[in-house]
C-alpha cells in the first residue's frame, strides 16, 4: 500500500461479485417462472376464501330470515291478543301498526313470496276470526343445513 491507495488484489474484476448465480440474474423484470408461481399462489388464495365468502353471506341472509319471521310471528300473536282474530293478510299488520313495513323475505329476495297458513277453526278460540296464523318463506331451496326455507 503506497501512498495511501487501496490495491485490489490480482485477478479480481473490477466490479464487485453479489455471489450471485445464473438462475437468480435477471434485469428490470420477472422470469416467467416468477410470474407463474405469484399466479399460483393467488388462485388458491381466491379458490380458498371465496368458498367461504359465500357461505357467510347465505349465513347472515337466512339469520335475517329467521329473524324477520320470529318478529313477523310476534306480530301476529299481538295482533290475535289485541283484536281476538288473526289478520287477514300481512298489510292488516302494517295498516294497525304491528309492523312498520311489509316484511322482506331476504332469501327469496322480495316481500311478496312469503307463504301464508291460515287458522282452522279448530286452532282458533270461540269468537275468534281466522286469518294468518303463521307465516313460511317462499323461496326454494334448502340452508346450508340442509333445512328448507319453507320449513323455518
Request: charged share 20%; no cysteine.
Amino acid at each position: 500500500m503506497s501512498g495511501g491507495k487501496l490495491m485490489r488484489p490480482e485477478g479480481s474484476s473490477s466490479t464487485p461479485s453479489t455471489g450471485s448465480s445464473r438462475y437468480f440474474t435477471h434485469g428490470n423484470g420477472f422470469t416467467f417462472l416468477e410470474v407463474l408461481v405469484v399466479l399460483t399462489l393467488l388462485g388458491l388464495l381466491v379458490a380458498i376464501a371465496l368458498p367461504a365468502y359465500q357461505d357467510s353471506v347465505t349465513r347472515a341472509k337466512e339469520a335475517a330470515l329467521r329473524q324477520t319471521l320470529y318478529r313477523v310471528r310476534e306480530a301476529i300473536d299481538e295482533y290475535n291478543a289485541d283484536q281476538r282474530g288473526y289478520p287477514g293478510t300481512l298489510q292488516d299488520l302494517v295498516d294497525k301498526g304491528y309492523l312498520r313495513s311489509m316484511p322482506f323475505d331476504p332469501i327469496a329476495d322480495s316481500a311478496d313470496k312469503w307463504q301464508v297458513e291460515y287458522a282452522s277453526y279448530d286452532q282458533i278460540d270461540a269468537g275468534e276470526i281466522t286469518g294468518i296464523w303463521d307465516l313460511h318463506s317462499g323461496a326454494e331451496g334448502r340452508d346450508l343445513a340442509g333445512v328448507f326455507y319453507s320449513e323455518y
